[in-house]
């Protein structure tokens, strides 16, 4: 069975960090692109970064550039989100997924494996 677990999300104050993981299982995902959304109350799902399968591409939403870091680990199937300076509009459900090709898409619906989301809440 395959699944995306992911792990790290909690409450923090404004201007503080959190690390986001995605343990994969289930098969590899060393020759997919890797990608976390997010989904605030309220609001449409969005890409928040993403990164191709050997790690050399990155994308971030303007949003989060200079303040979150992806990166990845395919000795370990494991996925990050470095994610510093947060503020109260970051608060959302974020997602781990798991594309279905090497390289990064921006639409959702190209990704074909979804984790069950972690929460993360900003305080100001």
């Known amino acids: 069975q395959v699944q995306l677990v992911e792990s790290g999300g909690g409450l923090v104050q404004a201007g503080g960090s959190l690390r986001l993981s995605c343990a994969a299982s289930?098969?590899?995902?060393?020759?997919?692109?890797m990608a976390w959304f997010r989904q605030g109350p309220g609001k449409e799902r969005e890409l928040v970064a993403a990164i191709s399968w050997r790690g050399r591409n990155t994308y971030y939403a303007d949003s989060v550039k200079g303040r979150f870091t992806i990166s990845r680990d395919n000795a370990k199937n494991m996925v990050y989100l470095q994610m510093n300076s947060l503020k109260p509009e970051d608060t959302a459900i974020y997602y781990c997924?798991?594309?279905?090709?090497?390289?990064?898409?921006?639409?959702?619906?190209?990704?074909?494996?979804w984790g069950q989301g972690t929460q993360v809440t900003v305080s100001s």
């Open positions: 997924a798991a594309n279905s090709g090497r390289y990064y898409h921006t639409k959702d619906d190209n990704y074909d494996y």
């Open positions: 289930g098969r590899t995902f060393s020759n997919n692109a």
